[in-house]
């Protein structure tokens, strides 16, 4: 098993920053792909970035590049997501989640474990 909690969520103005961070707990964190994903009311789950096991690759959805930064510290077991120049469709619950496959990595399916969440909110 692998524990997920996300934190750095909040209320931010456009154009403004965040910076997310999910602890991991349980099983060996650098074995693991990290990845961040999204959700709003009645709207599927959407990938938003990735990151392999030793952190050489990276992977964003369209959306985001220039913006967003992920990020692993596997000595402290944390991944994080950079998040400048926020807009408020970026407006969401963020998601972190652990992938043993380090493959398909923008695909909801592709994880075994998902952290509760946290509260993105970007005002206009």
Do not use: H
């Amino acid at each position: 098993q692998v524990q997920l909690v996300e934190s750095g969520g909040g209320l931010v103005q456009a154009g403004g920053s965040l910076r997310l961070s999910c602890a991991a707990s349980g099983r060996t964190f650098s074995n693991y792909a990290m990845g961040w994903f999204r959700q709003n009311p009645g709207r599927e789950r959407e990938f938003v970035a990735a990151i392999n096991w030793s952190a050489a690759s990276t992977y964003y959805t369209d959306s985001v590049k220039g913006r967003f930064t992920i990020s692993r510290d596997n000595a402290k077991n944390t991944v994080y997501l950079q998040m400048n120049s926020l807009k408020p469709e970026d407006t969401a619950v963020y998601y972190c989640a652990a992938s043993i496959r380090n493959m398909g990595l923008r695909s909801y399916g592709s994880y075994n474990y998902w952290g509760q969440g946290t509260q993105v909110t970007v005002s206009s």
